[in-house]
Nanobody, 127 residues
């Protein structure tokens, strides 16, 4: 069983930055694709970013491409989401997730394919 714990959420003004962290339990972190998702009130959970087990491949959703950066430190069992130039529409609960079937992907796994999820952390961006 893998447990994921997110941190780093909060409130910020538009144009500001936040860095989210997600730390996993267990010793197989480097074998997981990790993803970040977000869910705004009344909306579906949307993919934000994904990263392969080695960190060599990263993918971003169009709304965040160029503003957000996903990274990971396998020695610390942690994945990060650096969020810059934040906009009010980025307001959501952000979740990290682990895909344990492979450390690689050709296309990022869909939300339904991820095996483990964190509890979420709130990000609020005010105008």
């Amino acid at each position: 069983q893998v447990q994921l714990v997110e941190s780093g959420g909060g409130s910020v003004q538009a144009g500001g930055s936040l860095r989210l962290s997600c730390t996993a339990s267990g010793r197989t972190f480097s074998t997981f694709v990790m993803g970040w998702f977000r869910q705004a009130p009344g909306k579906d959970r949307d993919a934000v970013a994904a990263i392969t087990g080695s960190g060599g491949r990263k993918s971003y959703a169009d709304p965040v491409n160029g503003r957000f950066t996903i990274s990971r430190d396998n020695a610390k069992n942690t994945v990060y989401l650096q969020m810059n130039s934040l906009k009010p529409e980025d307001t959501a609960v952000y979740y990290c997730a682990a895909y344990s079937s492979s450390p690689y992907y050709t296309t990022p796994p869909r939300a339904s394919q991820y095996n483990y999820w964190g509890q979420g952390t709130q990000v609020t961006v005010s105008s």
